[in-house]
């Protein structure tokens, strides 16, 4: 028995390319953003502290600011450029370099929320509008990603014809941060995300970052698609000879060109990437030691203790029973945590 119904075909897709690069800057989490709108005329100076668990960004959308850190000299801001300072660096905006800078703390601000700011300062001359944000990043890649980055970058991430996206975006993440809706706080975070995540790529794409290190290796042709594998799936039973497979290399090419890169072998990798999500996740509270320790790959909890201690010099049992730190509210830690103009 037959049929004339026309056959159909299953459509096939090309599967995406990958991108271990990506995959690790999609793996960062946002914890604790606070924003602040300037409105600054020259001159003006800001001198903010040091803040040792907090990423900043500064958006200039209009005018221009000049950003310095001890031992480097004064870099433009323009209208479309980003200011990336790293967590624990003291730095400076001003609106020329010899401009005198005044202590953050020094400065009035009017909080909108606990969450947002607005600043207002200068000697009324020509107008500079600023956007800041201090964002605190959380995830095993964020100790990987921060240790590479210098005290301070600039990049041009967007063009002219993105200006508009840029001002559409602080107008929300004001909008967000300085009303009490459902669901802004999501908003915000996402908001934030897109940001630093389209900084760092700027960044990478401009040949400043290392040859060397966790980035240079994530963009490896071999040893990015072995570290994406073993960051997509930490539980897999992980071996050098199928790391070096996925990388299409022998296994002692791999090993080489790992080791090369990274600054430690494969293997060392893999078991730090498991205990540094373990701990993760037990310090979140998110399941019981030895769930936890299944997560990660470890078919036996003594064996996944032993390797904890090891590494971190107490008991996973320890850390889960610590709860997480909230992120401070009163007005006082918030303009320290904030410390964006």
């Not at 000049?66 to 480097?72: C, E, I, M, P």
């Not at 964002?135 to 990987?144: E, F, I, M, P, S």
Request: hydrophobic share 45%.
């Amino acid at each position: 028995m037959t049929s004339n119904a026309p056959r159909q075909h299953a459509r096939s897709f090309p599967a995406p390319r990958p991108d271990p690069v990506g995959e690790a800057l999609h793996l960062l989490r946002l914890d604790g953003a606070l924003y602040c709108r300037s409105e600054l005329t020259a001159p003006w100076g800001i001198d903010l502290p040091a803040v040792d668990d907090l990423l900043f960004l500064h958006v200039v959308t209009s005018g221009r600011a000049w950003l310095a850190v001890d031992g480097a000299p004064p870099r433009a801001l323009d209208q479309g450029t980003v200011g990336l300072v790293a967590p624990g660096v003291r730095h400076r905006l001003t609106s020329d370099p010899a401009a005198r800078a005044t202590p953050l703390f020094d400065i009035p601000v009017e909080t909108l929320s606990d969450r947002y700011e607005v600043l207002r300062h200068g000697g009324g001359g020509e107008p500079t509008l600023a956007t800041c944000s201090a964002l605190r990043l959380d995830h095993v890649a964020a100790g990987r990603l921060l240790a590479e980055l210098p005290p301070s970058l600039v990049v041009d991430v967007w063009t002219d014809d993105d200006l508009g996206w840029v001002h559409s975006t602080m107008r929300l993440i004001a909008r967000e941060a300085s009303a009490d809706r459902p669901g802004g706080e999501t908003v915000l975070t996402r908001l934030a995300d897109v940001l630093a995540v389209q900084v760092l790529r700027a960044w990478l794409d401009s040949s400043q970052a290392g040859a060397q290190g966790w980035l240079a290796a994530l963009r490896d042709e071999h040893v990015g698609a072995a570290l994406a594998a073993v960051h997509r799936s930490p539980a897999h039973p992980w071996t050098l000879d199928r790391l070096a497979a996925l990388a299409h290399l022998s296994r002692s090419a791999f090993a080489a060109r790992c080791t090369a890169l990274l600054g430690e072998p494969a293997m060392r990798y893999v078991t730090w990437w498991r205990l540094r999500l373990a701990h993760d996740r037990l310090a979140a509270g998110e399941g019981p030691v030895a769930s936890v320790a299944h997560e990660v790959g470890y078919v036996s909890e003594a064996a996944f203790s032993r390797a904890f201690r090891r590494e971190f010099g107490l008991a996973p049992g320890e850390v889960r029973r610590r709860s997480p730190a909230p992120l401070p509210r009163s007005p006082e830690v918030t303009k320290e945590l904030a410390v964006v103009p």
